[in-house]
């Protein structure tokens, strides 16, 4: 099988890439140097140069805040750089994965969203995700639409990282306990991504690590684990509220249609967390050439 993964500096992209790598799958790894999704011809072109049997598509337009004063280019990159991409595997018969996001819903309530739960996305970055799905969905038939949340992983930035910045230069922390949600390890999430891409079972899925947190527990158990003595204050997000756009509360994700399918459910958030930041320490030991031989 020949795989074409999009976004391959970004953290998910990055690992699906090594999962590759490892199960000697064939892949072509595209960041936005070799191919500006928001570009047509320039995606075509990559596509029907390389012939794959799959698209993984990673890359996305991630900036949650940001994106409420430009609109224009996350909807460019996450439903214009989509419906390329999906019209280019329309036209060489690819079947494609589009990465999607807790945020296409509205957070309402405690129960978890299931795949077919209606979407209502409160910001623009969850609304441009969302026409994303609708391109996919509009221009293909063998698609997977995988909606993930609160990712982690060792290529960029995330929540785990600026915690442990913070704990760097500060005793105490506040952190929003009000947003309940499922971490997601990309190392998981990708060797998820490769199992499926591999089959027929076409559909709309939710993929994160089991079990649950606030972004205050998330942030104990960071510190936990890393041994720092940084206290966590938790806040609630009317009271903190700093970031220009709205976050869903719940970002619950039922894996109910993940278990019809048959596909395995991701390992839970605390074991995943435990790896990634053992990961984390492997790569500072080896750049500072530590690594003991
Ligand atoms: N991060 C989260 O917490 C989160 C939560 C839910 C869902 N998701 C979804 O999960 C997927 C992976 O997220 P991530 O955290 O791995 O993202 P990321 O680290 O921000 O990486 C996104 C990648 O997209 C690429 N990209 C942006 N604009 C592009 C363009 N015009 N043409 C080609 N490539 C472009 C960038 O490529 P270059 O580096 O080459 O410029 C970047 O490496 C995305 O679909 C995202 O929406 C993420």
Known sequence: MRILV??????????????????RIAYCAASSQDMDITKADSVRKKILAYRPEAVIHCAAYTAVDRAEDE??????????????????????????????????FPGTGTQAYEADAPAGPLNVYGQSKLAGELAVKESLRRYFIVRTSWVFGVNGNNFVKTMLQLSETRGRVRVVDDQVGSP????????????????????VYHASNEGECSWAEFARAVYEIAGRPTVVEPVETEAYM?????????????????????????????DALLRYLQELNDCGTRRDGKNGN
């Not at 999009?6 to 199960?23: H, M």
Request: glycine share 10%.
């Open 242 to 270: 700093r970031t220009k756009a709205r976050r869903p509360k719940n970002s619950r994700l039922g894996r109910q249609s993940l278990i019809d399918a048959g596909f395995s459910r991701l390992p839970c958030w605390q």
């Open 184 to 203: 997601t390890y990309t190392v998981d999430l990708a060797s998820l991504l490769c199992d499926m891409v591999q089959t027929e079972k076409y559909g």
């Open 6 to 23: 999009t976004g391959s500096r970004g953290q998910l992209g990055y690992d699906v890439c090594r999962e590759l790598q490892k199960r």
């Open 71 to 104: 609109p224009g280019l996350a909807f460019a990159v996450n439903e214009g750089g989509t419906k390329n991409i999906a019209e280019s595997c329309k036209q060489t018969g690819a079947k494609m994965i589009y990465i999607s996001t807790d945020y296409v």
